[in-house]
């Protein structure tokens, strides 16, 4: 996530405070898979259809079986 975010603010001048970082999953889609958006875009950020990648990343840290009870 962190080389993701530095290199968009060098190629794109965006830093990471402005950044929304998240992923989508099965049943949505194929794989999974992680997008970078300024926090302005809410395009694909729907709830239940996205997931903040510092969530999950906290989740698993918590718990490494979190998802696995989950669902």
Do not use: C, W
């Not at 965006?14 to 949505?28: E, G, K, M, S, T």
């Not at 997008?35 to 259809?49: I, P």
């Amino acid at each position: 996530m962190e080389t993701g975010a530095r290199v968009i603010a060098s190629v794109y001048g965006v830093d990471a405070d402005n950044l929304r970082v998240f992923v989508h999953y099965q049943p949505q889609f194929y794989h999974f898979h992680v997008h970078f958006t300024r926090l302005e875009n809410d395009t694909g950020v729907q709830v239940e259809k996205a997931h903040l990648l510092m969530d999950v990343i906290q989740n698993l840290e918590t718990d490494g079986d979190y998802y696995k009870k989950r669902t």
